[in-house]
């Protein structure tokens, strides 16, 4: 794990050297290992390292024998090893055991078809000399983020937004559809991000550019959810192979590598099998606690690490430190959060450091992949009830969902039928699945400034642009099939993976490992017949067949637990931070002009009423207004910027130079 950023200029002038390490400066806490500098003309990339693989001749830049592509990556190719062997037996010679350098030799090879012979996380440049073009590209997922924007005739990319808002050109303003998005979906399309000009290259795309700009950006990558037949004890078995698999490539690193246990059965799983490959006794594994029991695994964690005989580290938060927390979680996420529960995890990202550890492997994707969530069950007792809205018995299925809201008697009951009844009908919309969490969670655009909306309407809705950007085939998918696609392409992509994922992790400098997305296991799940991932309403149900070799049936026959964190009492609990409610006052939201002053005022009184009841709907919009004001207040209105760093390990043109070379200076 590293991150990149680049600048392709204008025709008139050479990269610009200081802004490349300027730019690289802001990602310090990406890669402290060192920085690469890269420079031809009109181009330049930047590299921070994170050195996990070949410490001592992993420094990026490299290139092919030839010295024609360059190349720099934020991630890891994990089956490297393999394609080494190949490339060395079709004559290609190596100077080094990194990863990247076998990108650059698989791109002079099989050019951009390479993409599909990677199986890992990445983000990369590949710099062509001869041709003087640099193709971007994503992995499947969107694990490693990349961001684009254009300035003043440039072309610039980068890890994250904070880095391209150096640019001299760049206007540090938030952008109205990007937090429109974020108050509906949790997160914002790759067609935007939270700030004005600037957008993702999305998950499985690669885009070209050129001295004529950069070209269209081109899926080389989609998941297929077309079933095959097949026997389900093989295909179980099957399952059980790949995730083994894909947790041994994932072990590959010439640092010691650890791995989360929350307690439950996706982590579990990848706990129990990385700790048989790695030796008894010698994985560290590393789980989140609460002081607040409604929210707190301990007892699931401490089961699990003394079967599985792991060095079990917990960090215990409660609200106080939650609070503490949020708004670094929030710089680091650079876009508003309906939840605190990133916070947390930057809390355990801490402890990872801690224990001198720099790579993790987790559980994201298993829900995705093999039907976890109960937005998947809800969609299935929708659609059953549709058949027959006039039943009264169907909708009782209802209650059998949402173990979480069933605890809240004001959410019970005839309450549930009510919620699930709206546009019960409307089975053709392809996002049914997730219209009702859209239209709930959007009830939160109420706190924005009439302005604001009016800009973001004006560019069109998020459910249109989504549906607009759905494949041609989707419409062939199953119900089931087509509700994980979109929970992939919105909450599992831009919230899990980024907001609680990489950026809380690379807050520590710590790379997150998801061998739930092996590209082999993840087209294995899409091609699962829909009852192995969802029989009747039992969730992961070939998955919790697959790992019976390797979990007790106590941790496999556990439901579902979604992971949460307070929010009431993290901003109005005793130990919460009063600086942070001022920023809801109205002096503060005045001046940032995004909020509704009277609809802040409201929802703020609501939560003083101690201890009147509030809704999870009132929970998300005071943590979505928080943390946009905070947002504006550290990136926009009083941002702290990065000092430039110094490289480690500069290359001009096809020359490595010393860092305090003339030439390198000059250039």
């Not at 092919?64 to 190719?77: A, K, L, T």
């Not at 093999?370 to 009264?392: H, L, N, Q």
């Not at 490992?513 to 969730?539: N, T």
Request: glycine share 8%; aromatic share 8%.
């Amino acid at each position: 794990m590293c991150g990149i950023s680049g600048i392709y200029s204008r025709r008139d002038r050479t990269a610009d050297r200081q802004l490349l390490l300027t730019m690289a400066g802001e990602l310090w806490h990406r890669g402290p290992d060192g920085v690469g500098l890269y420079l031809d003309g009109r181009f330049g990339m930047a590299n921070n390292r994170l050195a996990i693989v070949d410490l001592e001749g992993g420094d990026q830049p490299l290139s092919d024998e030839r010295g024609r592509y360059w190349v720099m990556q934020n991630g890891e190719i994990y089956n490297y090893v393999e394609l080494r062997a190949e490339l060395e037996g079709l004559g290609h010679r190596f100077s080094t055991t990194s990863d990247t350098e076998v990108i650059a030799q698989a791109y002079a090879e099989w050019g951009v078809g390479c993409l599909d012979r990677l199986n890992g996380d990445f983000a990369i440049a590949i710099w062509d000399r001869q041709t003087g073009e640099v193709l971007l590209a994503r992995d499947r997922f969107g694990v490693r983020p990349l961001f684009l924007a254009e300035y003043d005739g440039d072309v610039c990319f980068a890890s994250e937004a904070k880095a391209l808002l150096r640019h001299p050109s760049a206007r540090r303003e938030l952008d109205p559809v990007g937090i429109a998005d974020t108050f509906v979906a949790w997160t914002t399309l790759p067609d935007r991000s939270a700030f004005a000009g600037i957008r993702e290259l999305p998950p499985a795309h690669y885009v070209v550019i050129g001295p004529d700009g950069a070209g269209p950006e081109t899926r080389w990558w989609d998941i297929d959810f077309s079933p095959v037949e097949a026997d389900e004890d093989e295909l179980i078995e099957e399952i059980e192979e790949l995730l083994t698999d894909s947790i041994r490539i994932r072990l590959r690193a010439d640092v010691e590598v650890g791995a989360y246990l929350s307690g439950g059965l996706d982590s579990s799983a990848i706990a129990a099998i990385a700790a048989r490959q790695v030796g008894e006794g010698r994985l560290s594994a590393f789980g989140l606690g609460f002081s607040d029991e409604r929210y707190d695994e301990s007892a699931a964690q401490d089961a699990i690490a003394g079967e599985l005989g792991v060095v079990f580290h917990r960090t215990v938060v409660d609200s106080g430190a939650i609070a503490e927390a949020f708004p670094r979680a929030v710089e680091l996420a650079e876009k508003p959060m309906l939840r605190t529960a990133p916070a947390p995890l930057l809390r355990l990202a801490g402890a990872v450091q801690e224990a001198g550890l720099k790579v993790v492997l987790t559980g994201e994707a298993a829900d995705e992949l093999f039907a976890g969530y109960d937005i998947f069950r809800e969609d299935k007792v929708r659609r059953f009830w549709a058949r027959d809205p006039s039943s009264t018995l169907r909708p009782l299925l209802f209650r059998r969902l949402n173990r979480w809201l069933a605890t809240d008697p004001a959410r019970a009951g005839e309450f549930l039928a009510r919620f699930y009844a709206k546009d019960l009908l409307a089975v053709d919309d392809p996002l049914y699945s997730h219209r009702l969490r859209f239209e709930n969670t959007a009830r939160c655009l109420r706190l924005l400034s009439p302005e604001l909306l009016q800009k973001a309407e004006a560019e069109g809705q998020l459910t249109d642009r989504l549906r607009g950007a759905l494949p041609e085939r989707f419409e062939g998918f199953s119900s089931l099939a087509k509700a994980q696609y979109v929970e992939i392409a919105t909450f599992f992509q831009g919230y899990l993976l980024h907001t609680q994922g990489d950026r809380m992790l690379m807050a520590h400098s710590i790379e997150g490992r998801f061998p739930y997305v092996d590209v082999r296991l993840a087209e294995l799940a899409a091609r699962l017949p829909d009852s192995l991932r969802l029989r009747g309403l039992q969730e992961k149900y070939a998955l919790r067949k697959a790992v019976a070799r390797v979990l007790p049936d106590a941790i496999r026959s556990r439901p579902k637990i979604p992971y949460r964190a307070p929010i009431r009492d993290v901003f109005f609990g005793p130990a919460s931070d009063k600086a942070l409610l001022g920023l809801l006052e109205p002096g503060p939201l005045r001046s940032a002009g995004l909020l509704d002053e009277t609809a802040v005022a409201r929802l703020v009184a609501k939560f003083a009423k101690s201890p009147s009841p509030v809704s999870e709907t009132d929970e998300m919009a005071l943590a979505g207004s928080m943390s946009l004001m905070i947002l504006h207040d550290r990136l926009v209105a009083n941002p702290r910027l990065a000092p430039a760093l110094e490289p480690a390990r500069v290359v001009v043109g096809d020359k490595a130079v010393s860092p305090l070379d003339p030439v390198a200076e000059a250039v």
